[in-house]
């Protein structure tokens, strides 16, 4: 949803197939435990960004148990905005590169980049955690979740809808390593099995990491 490629641009396809994505994941109560540790970390009346928001699923959890929260959903695909417009009432959602994240004149208390990450290159990923640096105010807390492959390297694959999608496969390590070099340090690592209802098995991680 965040980066443009010349084969496989993944903002393409999700804007595109927005509507189908949100009915098959928006519900999905898998990572509600992460979701809570998350919030147990956002000061009262403190303000939260969903990187990469989608449909809104985090924002969504973030906006019924913690409404005093103020959210911010951003994401590069305008049809998944629409869908979390709709689908979250009181948070706020705009269409915004995650490498710009600078252009919304904000700063924030903590962060969810859920499953953006795979659709990176290093160079676009380096300027996401650069640019989320930036925003987020210091001993704030991100989480972060993403698929994960011990064969790492850039892959043009087809989805199920028969569009052709970037993928950027990293190693777990690799992974903590990006983060702990872009002003951040990990403060927990899981590893953690793919949804029931995703089209491929993958191996995932979520990561929580304090911004220095």
Excluded: W
């Excluded at 980049?113 to 001993?139: M, N, P, R, V």
Aim: hydrophobic share 40%.
């Amino acid at each position: 949803m965040k980066t443009e490629h010349q084969d496989g641009n993944p903002v393409q396809t999700f804007n595109k197939h927005a509507s189908r994505y949100a009915e098959k994941y928006f519900d999905l109560r898998d990572y509600d435990a992460f979701y809570e540790r998350l919030l147990v970390s956002i000061a009262q009346t403190g303000s939260f960004i969903d990187v990469a928001c989608g449909p809104g699923n985090v924002s969504a959890f973030v906006r019924t148990h913690r409404p005093d929260v103020e959210a911010i959903g951003v994401d590069l695909a305008p049809n998944m905005i629409i869908e979390a417009r709709a689908r979250v009432p009181g948070a706020t959602f705009e269409v915004c590169d995650c490498t710009k994240l600078e252009s919304l004149g904000k700063t924030f208390d903590a962060a969810a980049f859920a499953f953006g990450l795979s659709y990176l290159t290093d160079s676009a990923a380096t300027q996401c955690l650069s640019s989320l640096h930036t925003i987020l105010k210091a001993g704030s807390t991100l989480m972060l979740s993403t698929i994960t492959s011990e064969e790492p390297g850039e892959r043009v694959e087809t989805s199920s809808s028969g569009d052709r999608m970037l993928m950027v496969y990293r190693t777990p390590e690799q992974v903590r390593a990006m983060i702990d070099t872009h002003g951040f340090r990990t403060t927990s690592m899981e590893r953690i099995v793919s949804p029931s209802n995703a089209t491929m098995v993958t191996n995932d991680i979520v990561l929580f990491a304090t911004r220095l």
